[in-house]
T-cell receptor, first 114, second 111 residues
């Protein structure tokens, strides 16, 4: 079955612009989480959605937001882009909300802010 | 606070040599434990996971990991490394909905 799909894979934006990234989870998975990965900071948790509700949130400014649709697909948005937002953004999905649930990652969206 | 430590930022091995990547966790109880691998420019792929039971876990690509409660460790091993194993390896621990990830260990394989 298809894995986690993220679009677009690569994009370049200018400072001050906004960007929307999309994630389609594995079929049957209801939890979607987002991570930012940079060489300096490693893998940082952004937020997690389950049944269209944001249930967990990492330590990121309000410029970073997300949502989840009824079909479990998710989008994340970054407004007023800064150079430091250049990163690989990873989406992950899991079947349900049980602790110990295994999360599966997509291939990521590479964002470059110039 | 929950934490996962991967003490080695880089590890260099020769092709055909054995490999051990270290992972230590700090948790209130025994967490669920995972190893992921990330090839350049790619997402993270699950190698193996430990939830309970046998403390030696077999994964994909010939990897295995051993859970040692007394040492709070979950080290990843492979008996013979292939050049294609060169990648970033992440250990993660979960006891709630969101796992905590280590900073990763970069594996370099020399021919």
């Amino acid at each position: 079955k298809a894995g986690v799909t993220q679009t677009p894979r690569y994009l370049i934006k200018t400072r001050g612009q906004q960007v929307t990234l999309s994630c389609s989870p594995i079929s049957g998975h209801r939890s979607v989480s987002w991570y930012q990965q940079t060489p300096g900071q490693g893998l940082q948790f952004l937020f997690e959605y389950f049944s269209e509700t944001q249930r967990n949130k990492g330590n990121f400014p309000g410029r970073f937001s997300g949502r989840q649709f009824s079909n479990s697909r998710s989008e994340m948005n970054v407004s007023t882009l800064e150079l430091g937002d250049s990163a690989l953004y990873l989406c992950a999905s899991s079947r349900n909300s049980d602790s110990g649930n295994t999360i599966y990652f997509g291939e990521g969206s590479w964002l470059t802010v110039v | 606070a929950q934490s996962v430590t991967q003490p080695d930022i880089h590890i260099t091995v020769s092709e055909g040599a054995s490999l051990e990547l270290r992972c230590n966790y700090s948790y209130g109880a025994t967490p669920y434990l995972f190893w992921y691998v990330q090839s350049p420019g790619q997402g993270l792929q699950l190698l193996l996971k430990y939830f309970s039971g046998d403390t030696l876990v077999q994964g994909i690509k010939g990897f295995e990991a051993e859970f040692k409660r007394s040492q709070s460790s979950f080290n990843l091993r492979k008996p013979s490394v292939h050049w294609s194993d060169a990648a970033e390896y992440f250990c993660a621990a979960g006891g709630s909905y969101i796992p905590t990830f280590g900073r990763g260990t970069s594996l370099i394989v020399h021919p």
